[in-house]
């Protein structure tokens, strides 16, 4: 049986992210969302008994008819701790970070709420047009045999990395992505980078994400949710090595 998480899994980051329908202003013909500024108290309350701490992305004063489909504000259960909610005109995400995050027991249940919170939060029904589940991977390289990228992704990743020239010295940056259609879901899009982290050590990044532009509403984006995450949890098993993938479960 498939564990609820990892015991070494190397997620640094699952992003969810929602953007619905705005309308345009007659006066100015820009996008915008037009109960925002009354739907921010209702949304704050409805969260505040679990996330009382509240900051703001974007200095104040800017007009919020310029910020549409932008993360403006921030909800925290304490300062600094994961996960957070963020929320502006048109736009809500939830994002956390290995240490708290499990798909059954905490993430799907507050995406769940969050919508639902959303949608009572306005008095007109939502139209979500925009959506994406991302899940960001990072893997420290001193923990494996490392020679050179070409070698560690050959190893660990089922994917073919060629080139059919001679390298005119060794290979210090990659990336490299590619979209599928997925007829369920919207587009699964998969990337391979490197990089280095904040003790400046060499890492390798590996994102997952899936995304849908066809219109639901809150109620279908809660399934549509679900489903994305068995796309992702299904191709981040059947992408590794089975070296690799056991590298996540015992060291």
Partial sequence: MTPKKLPYAPLQEVIFEGKWELSIDPHTKTFVDP???FALGKFQQSINSKFPVYK??????IPFQMLSHQPVHQFWSKDGIWPVIQYGPGVVTLNDTEKNYT?????FPLAKDTLLNIK???STELAFI????????????????FTNWMDFVKE????????NFIPPGPLSQFNFEQTFEINEVGTLEISFSNGQDHKNEEIFIWQNAVSGKNALTCEELVSWLSKAHGFCSNIFKEICKKDFYDSFISR
Avoid: C, H, M, Q
Wanted: hydrophobic letters at 30%; a negative charge; glycine letters at 4%.
């Fill in 56 to 61: 703001v992305k974007i200095p104040g004063g």
């Fill in 103 to 107: 798909w059954e027991d905490t993430f």
């Fill in 120 to 122: 009572n939060a306005y």
């Fill in 35 to 37: 109960e925002y500024p």
């Fill in 130 to 145: 925009s959506y994406t589940l991302r899940y960001i991977d990072v893997v420290n390289i001193k923990n494996y045999r």
């Fill in 156 to 163: 660990n990743i089922n994917v073919e990395f060629n080139n």
